[in-house]
Antibody, heavy 122, light 110 residues
Framework: EVQLVESGGGLVQPGRSLRLSCAASGFTFDDYAMHWVRQAPGKGLEWVSG????????GYADSVKGRFTISRDNAKNSLYLQMNSLRAEDTALYYCAKDHFPRATPAPFDYWGQGTLVTVSS | QSALTQPASVSGSPGQSITISCTGT?????????VSWYQQHPGKAPKLMIYDVSNRPSGVSNRFSGSKSGNTASLTISGLQAEDEADYYCSSYTSSSTDVFGTGTKVTVL
């Protein structure tokens, strides 16, 4: 069974940093691109960042470019999101999501975690 | 990277068909056959319903279908059921090698 479990969320002051993690199991992690998608309270989905199976291709939404860094450790079946210079508008539930097709770009997201909540407030 | 445009809400009676539109540009929806649709019930993670414009993942009801014309994609739900009441989001690959979601549509079953 595919499982994606996010962690690392919490309350953080504006301008500070936070690192999110996503532990994956139930599939061959290093065959699939992975993504972070966020959802502000009561709002819609926003794609944040994606990373290919071998970290050779990385993309960011304009809203986080230069502040967030996505990475993965295939040996640990883990995905990460380093978030720096956090702003109030980064407050959201952050989901980790898996690509539907192995080693393919682009691909839809077929499995999602339950999310980890990040609140940026003083 | 502007969000794709969806109607805020669509409603229908049980058994009816409804269609949700998703309008983008030639740099996303119109330029690629990589449009997906997701269903999200309150407090739950999104679920993939349609990918590559019109393909259904295994396990998704054939009451859900997708299509595209120009810069607008559409999701049709036929034989509307109470369990279909949820938020629906489209998404598309873009010319910037990123993904973009739609603004979301709340489907109400009357």
């Amino acid at each position: 069974e595919v499982q994606l479990v996010e962690s690392g969320g919490g309350l953080v002051q504006p301008g500070r940093s936070l690192r999110l993690s996503c532990a994956a199991s139930g599939f061959t992690f290093d065959d699939y691109a992975m993504h972070w998608v966020r959802q502000a309270p009561g709002k819609g989905l926003e794609w944040v960042s994606g990373i290919s199976w071998n970290s050779g291709s990385i993309g960011y939404a304009d809203s986080v470019k230069g502040r967030f860094t996505i990475s993965r450790d295939n040996a640990k079946n883990s995905l990460y999101l380093q978030m720096n210079s956090l702003r109030a508008e980064d407050t959201a539930l952050y989901y980790c999501a898996k690509d539907h097709f192995p080693r393919a770009t682009p691909a839809p997201f077929d499995y999602w975690g339950q999310g980890t909540l990040v609140t940026v407030s003083s | 990277q502007s969000a794709l445009t969806q109607p805020a809400s669509v409603s229908g009676s049980p058994g009816q068909s409804i269609t949700i539109s998703c309008t983008g540009t030639s740099s996303d929806v119109g330029g690629y056959n990589y449009v997906s649709w997701y269903q999200q019930h309150p407090g739950k993670a999104p679920k993939l319903m349609i990918y590559d414009v019109s393909n259904r993942p295994s396990g998704v009801s054939n009451r859900f279908s997708g299509s595209k014309s120009g810069n607008t994609a559409s999701l049709t739900i036929s034989g509307l059921q109470a369990e279909d009441e949820a938020d629906y989001y489209c998404s598309s690959y873009t010319s910037s090698s990123t993904d973009v979601f739609g603004t979301g549509t709340k489907v109400t079953v009357l």
